[in-house]
């Protein structure tokens, strides 16, 4: 295994931080509010959410109930270490999807589309987005 960096954090650590902010910031959670729910500093959790600081095991499954997710929420399409095998599960999520939902018109959108209930209506805003996306790609 390679040893890291002192000063870079690790991998896992920073894809589980930035989890924790995409999932704080889609329900519109302040860092110091969900500081005071877990009894520690809002500096902490940017900490947390920039991986300089590792998550220990309580303190993730406290995490994931504040924020109401399971705690394999935060491992969701982490990256897999060099020489490790591929896991049996799902495949996890492309990059691209979580880097989207963690800008701010990643996240309105996810928000707004989430507010839609009509299954039909999701449907068709999910066809005029491929239509538009369509119209925009330059043909080779």
Do not use: C, W
Request: glycine content about 8%; hydrophobic content about 40%; aromatic content about 6%.
């Amino acid at each position: 295994m390679n040893k890291m960096n002192k000063k870079s954090p690790n991998p896992i650590d920073r894809h589980v931080g930035s989890r924790v902010r995409m999932r704080r910031m889609m329900i519109s959670m302040s860092q110091e509010k969900l500081g005071d729910q877990l009894g520690i500093t809002f500096q902490q959790i940017q900490k947390y959410e920039k991986g300089t600081n590792r998550i220990g095991a309580s303190r993730l499954q406290q995490i994931a109930i504040v924020l109401g997710v399971p705690v394999a929420f935060f491992f969701e399409g982490a990256p897999v270490p060099e020489g490790f095998p591929k896991g049996l599960g799902e495949s996890p999520s492309p990059a691209y999807v979580s880097d989207f939902l963690a800008t701010s018109d990643g996240l309105a959108l996810t928000k707004a589309f989430m507010k839609v209930r009509d299954p039909k209506v999701r449907r068709r805003i999910v066809d005029l987005v491929e239509a538009v996306a369509a119209e925009e790609t330059p043909k080779r």
